[in-house]
């Protein structure tokens, strides 16, 4: 074993260098004759004493230095390959992770607009005004021309070969195709127009879910206030039982008043954070943004809305009337392309004759040819039905929608200018006189001019007076969101 060891080890290159070329010594002549005598050992292991067996044994545990392998380079090439996933996923993480800190803060436009950059809104919308196109361009696309080779022969001493070789087209007198395509291309602009409708119904939606959740999110506030005041309530009752100045009991009553305050802030956490998480699966937010998210705005709107004729005269600018109207003129070109069922195709056709009459020689010549298709039977009858009722629906529903705008504008304006009114006007009263109740209630209370009850009351009034501006607030902007929906032309 010591001897396949002596001779693995041999076998390696040299090192160079002075101080490893010394540390070998030729083989001596006993070790060259006997095949099975251990090779000789270095000097610097006769001098320490070593024999040549641990010698050879030493140099297998620390061989000698090596030229440099490209093995590690490899390695950490490979090693670099198989961490690659693991970096790009790390860094999408760590994307995502910024996305979600971004979005802690939320106002309504950035809403609206992440709401409408989304990707599949673009897709769904692209989609649908890209087959109508398509549609469009099949309906108006020309027949292509046709090509014809004939080859007629006979037989016998008096026969012949006739070759014929022509092209046709087939041209449309009544230019149906023409109308047909023109149809096609109003389809494809009330695709447009449908578009537009849905962008502003996403816009619209945004808006109605973010003022959804930051009502909740300020209700929730307030209903925290309301846990605020009764703690405060707690530290005087407490200092006026260690002074003996009231009974256990209205310890206790504030205890509990304080666990029905907090079923319902706890209630109403829960409701906002379903808000939020409908907010955020509409604009598109990463997961795990809608815990934490913070809206930011008002609740109440800045200004009136504009008078009635103004609105209306907007309303009908809308998109889902210009898209009823496209398809409405869709259906009238239609029905004039079915009306023309009397006015035939006509086929031309142009092209070469060759005749081989055999001994006779061969003859070269030309051929026109024209083809009419006889109307004597009206096979378009079932389209111009179909135009027709087509026409007359679409006829009766933009009717109907305009007069819905009509009214729907005039509720929505009378709606919500006297709800933006009260709401303004109750916080204007409400406010200073809820503050005032709450401090008489409070300085009574402390000084034992006023019960306990008396002091819950004025807690619970400007509780339920701050609700219930939040709820008017809510209800006007509301109103307002769905004015603006009805009377938009285009998303913001």
């Not at 290159?13 to 002549?29: H, K, N, Q």
């Not at 090596?66 to 093995?71: E, M, P, T, V």
């Not at 309504?108 to 109508?132: F, H, N, S, Y």
């Not at 109003?186 to 945004?206: I, P, S």
Request: with cysteine.
């Amino acid at each position: 074993m010591c001897l396949r060891a002596s001779r693995r080890s041999s076998n390696r290159p040299e090192p160079r260098g002075p101080s490893l070329a010394r540390s070998r010594s030729p083989p001596s002549p006993r070790s060259a004759s006997s095949p099975r005598a251990p090779p000789s050992t270095t000097s610097p292991s006769r001098s320490s004493g070593r024999s040549p067996t641990e010698a050879t044994i030493m140099r297998r545990v620390h061989p000698a230095p090596i030229a440099a392998s490209k093995k590690p380079a490899v390695g950490r090439f490979l090693l670099a390959l198989l961490l690659l996933p693991s970096i790009a996923g790390a860094q999408v993480e760590a994307t995502r992770a910024d996305e979600a800190a971004r979005a802690t803060s939320l106002t309504a436009e950035e809403a609206v607009r992440r709401a409408l950059a989304r990707a599949p809104l673009a897709d769904t919308i692209r989609g649908a005004i890209d087959a109508e196109r398509g549609g469009a361009r099949t309906l108006g696309a020309y027949p292509n021309p046709q090509i014809t080779y004939l080859r007629e022969q006979t037989f016998g001493t008096l026969g012949t070969g006739e070759d014929y070789l022509s092209v046709s087209q087939v041209i449309d007198l009544g230019n149906r195709r023409g109308l047909r395509g023109e149809a096609g291309e109003r389809r494809a602009n009330a695709a447009v127009h449908e578009g537009a409708a849905a962008r502003v119904e996403v816009a619209a939606d945004a808006r109605l879910r973010f003022y959804e959740a930051l009502h909740r999110q300020e209700r929730a506030a307030a209903l925290r206030a309301w846990i605020g005041r009764i703690e405060a309530a707690l530290t005087i009752v407490e200092r006026r039982t260690a002074r003996g100045d009231t009974a256990l009991y209205d310890r206790r009553r504030l205890e509990r008043e304080r666990i029905v305050a907090e079923g319902r802030a706890q209630t109403e956490e829960a409701a906002r954070d379903h808000a939020r998480a409908r907010l955020a699966a509409l604009v598109g937010l990463p997961d795990g943004a809608a815990e934490g998210l913070t809206l930011e705005g008002r609740l109440l709107p800045d200004d009136e809305p504009a008078v009635v004729p103004a609105l209306r005269a907007t309303a009908y600018r809308g998109p889902r009337l210009q898209a009823v109207a496209e398809r409405l003129r869709a259906a009238d070109l239609e029905l004039t392309s079915a009306m023309r069922w009397w006015l035939p195709d006509l086929r031309l056709e142009a092209g070469w004759k060759g005749v081989d009459a055999g001994s006779q020689g061969r003859t070269d010549g030309f051929l026109l040819g024209a083809t009419l298709t006889l109307p004597l039977w009206d096979a378009s009858g079932g389209l111009r039905l179909n135009a027709t009722g087509e026409a007359r629906a679409l006829g009766g529903r933009r009717a109907l929608l305009e007069s819905e705008l009509a009214g729907e504008v005039a509720g929505l304006h009378a709606e919500a200018t006297r709800l933006g009114q009260a709401a303004r006007r109750f916080r204007e009263d409400a406010r200073s006189a809820s503050a005032d109740l709450v401090r008489i209630a409070t300085a009574g209370y402390q000084g034992g001019e006023m019960t306990l009850l008396e002091l819950l009351d004025a807690y619970r009034g400007a509780g339920d007076d701050e609700l219930t501006a939040l709820d008017l607030d809510h209800a006007a902007r509301r109103t307002r969101i769905e004015l603006d929906r009805t009377t938009a032309t285009e998303a913001p």
